[in-house]
C-alpha cells in the first residue's frame, strides 16, 4: 500500500493507493492556516493504515506544508516522506529547464504523460494558470499567468465598485451589468489567452500537441476554448503514482 499527496496553494489532496496503484481512499483540505492539530484532524482516517503502507510520496509547491506533514507522518510511520524532487526523474523525463524552478505538480503532471508518444501542452487552471511543453518526452518549458481566482479577487479587492462574483458559463459576450460584464472579460478572456497561448506554442515549436487540461476550473474554461481539449482531473496523482516505481 502507498500514500501520495499533492500540496498546493490551496489544496492538499491525499490518497491511499494499493498494491495495484488504484486509489482506495482520497483526503482533501485546504492548505491555509496549517498546522499539526488541523494535519492530525484532517488525516484521522487514515489511522489501521500506517502499519501497511510501503512507500510516501509527495509533490509540493509549499514546502512549509510538507514539512508539518512530514513531521506528522513522522510520528505514525518509520518510512521516508519523499518529496518527487528527491527522485532521480532522468528515466522518466528529460527536463530541459532550471530544473529547480519547476513546481513539483507540473513535473508529476509531466511524468504521467511520458510513456505516450505524442507532444503534450499540460494547462492548469489552480492558483497560477500554467503551461507545460512536452516533445519526445522532453520537458522543455513552460508559461505561467495569473489564475483566474487570484486576478477575480484582486479586481474586487482593488475596485470598490466591482463586487466579488463566482465565476459560470455564459453564452453572451456583452455584459448588460458590472457582474455580467466582468463574468464575460474572464470566462472570454481567459479562453482566449489559453486559445492564443496554444497556437503561439505551435508556432514556436513547429510542432502538433495534444492538449490536457486540469484545475479547478478546468471543467467550465474547456467549453468556451476553440482547441480541442482534454480534461484530467487526476492528472497530477497519476504522475505520481507512476513514479512510486522509483522508490526502491
Known amino acids: 500500500m502507498y500514500l501520495v499527496g499533492d500540496i498546493g496553494n490551496s489544496e492538499v489532496k491525499v490518497c491511499l493507493v494499493n498494491s495495484k496503484k488504484i486509489i482506495i481512499k482520497r483526503i482533501n483540505f485546504t492548505s491555509n492556516n496549517m498546522s499539526l492539530k488541523k494535519i492530525k484532524n484532517n488525516l484521522s482516517s487514515l489511522n489501521g493504515y500506517y502499519s501497511n503502507i510501503d512507500k510516501i510520496?509527495?509533490?509540493?509547491?509549499?514546502?512549509?506544508?510538507?514539512?508539518?506533514?512530514?513531521?506528522?507522518?513522522?510520528?505514525?510511520?518509520?518510512?521516508?516522506c519523499f518529496e518527487i524532487k528527491d527522485l532521480n526523474l532522468s528515466s522518466f523525463l528529460k527536463i530541459?529547464?532550471?530544473y529547480k524552478q519547476v513546481g513539483s505538480d507540473r513535473i508529476a503532471n509531466s511524468i504521467s504523460l511520458v510513456k505516450n508518444k505524442k507532444n503534450?501542452?499540460?494547462?492548469?487552471?489552480?492558483?497560477?494558470t500554467t503551461f507545460d511543453v512536452?516533445?519526445?518526452?522532453n520537458y522543455v518549458g513552460g508559461i505561467i499567468a495569473p489564475g483566474i481566482k487570484i486576478s477575480l479577487n484582486t479586481l474586487s479587492d482593488n475596485a470598490t465598485l466591482i463586487p466579488k462574483i463566482n465565476l459560470k458559463k455564459i453564452n453572451k459576450v456583452i455584459g448588460k451589468d458590472t457582474k455580467s460584464a466582468v463574468r464575460s472579460g474572464f470566462f472570454w478572456g481567459y479562453a482566449g489567452l489559453?486559445?492564443?497561448?496554444?497556437?503561439?506554442i505551435k508556432k514556436e515549436t513547429r510542432k502538433s500537441f495534444?492538449?490536457?487540461?486540469?484545475?479547478?476550473?478546468?471543467?467550465?474554461?474547456?467549453n468556451p476554448i476553440k482547441t480541442n481539449v482534454v480534461e484530467d482531473k487526476n492528472i497530477t496523482l497519476k504522475g505520481l503514482i507512476k513514479t512510486l516505481e522509483l522508490i526502491k
Open 134 to 137: 512536452l516533445i519526445d518526452k
Open 210 to 222: 495534444k492538449v490536457i487540461i486540469t484545475g479547478g476550473f478546468s471543467k467550465l474554461i474547456k
Open 96 to 98: 530541459k529547464v532550471k
Open 194 to 200: 489559453i486559445d492564443n497561448i496554444i497556437n503561439l
Open 120 to 128: 503534450f501542452i499540460i494547462i492548469d487552471l489552480g492558483t497560477a
Open 57 to 80: 510520496l509527495f509533490c509540493s509547491v509549499v514546502p512549509k506544508v510538507f514539512r508539518l506533514i512530514k513531521l506528522f507522518l513522522k510520528t505514525k510511520i518509520n518510512i521516508r
